[in-house]
């Protein structure tokens, strides 16, 4: 009986791994790489996006939290506004994307936080979708089910690289090729941006106090 049980948990962790593992390449150009995987009970895929960018922690942090910017360099952002600033680290944010028509648009409320791991000084940002904060609006679909993931790895004292994860459910009558379609181009276009993003003089000599470089 052990024996089965143990070969059990064998099969099923390493089932559960290459689940966990199974990435495809979708496009590789200006050093950007993006990936997809097909995610169980959805026809929507999840995306990965891996960079290295010249930057600090703290200046790519600075960027994520300055949420009312990211019209500037997230893909078909057509708004973005500050709801509630819990700490430094933590806030809770509004957003409206612009679909192509004859789709409706599509807005979220996000949580965002920021951890480090004191030791390797790695900084994971937990980026989910949360119910409230604001009202559902009219001939936009309020997108539910959102989880997205930053996790900052410094390679220098100058340099980082970074991987972003994101699954969602669009919700709503929209097509899951639509979606699947802008997988690669949405990532890429918005690294691209948020590269010139972090030149601009506001980010420059950023330092976080909950950041170690």
Do not use: H
């Not at 290459?18 to 050093?31: E, F, P, V």
């Not at 009202?135 to 340099?159: C, E, F, H, M, Y």
Request: with cysteine; proline share 6%.
């Amino acid at each position: 009986m052990y024996k089965i049980v143990a070969v059990s948990f064998l099969l099923l962790f390493a089932f559960t791994n290459s689940q966990a593992n199974d990435w495809k390449l979708s496009t590789d150009k200006s050093g950007i790489k993006v990936y997809t995987r097909v995610v169980p009970g959805s026809k929507v895929k999840a995306v990965k996006v891996e960079s290295d960018f010249k930057a600090t922690a703290s200046q790519f942090v600075a960027v994520l939290l300055d949420v009312k910017n990211s019209v500037d360099w997230v893909y078909r952002t057509k708004s973005c506004l500050l709801i509630k600033q819990v700490s430094p680290s933590e806030l809770y944010y509004y957003s409206e994307i612009s679909v192509p028509w004859p789709v409706e648009n599509r807005d979220f409320v996000a949580r965002i936080a920021v951890s480090q791991d004191p030791e390797t000084k790695v900084v994971t940002v937990d980026a989910p979708s949360v119910p409230g904060f604001v009202a559902l609006k009219k001939a936009v679909v309020r997108i539910s089910d959102s989880k997205g993931k930053w996790i900052i790895t410094p390679t220098s004292n100058q340099t980082i690289r970074v991987e972003y994860t994101l699954q969602v459910d669009p919700g709503g009558a929209i097509p899951a090729w639509l979606v699947n379609m802008f997988a690669a181009e949405g990532p890429t276009q918005s690294f691209k941006l948020l590269k010139l993003q972090l030149q601009k003089e506001q980010y420059k000599n950023v330092s976080l106090p909950f950041i170690r470089n």
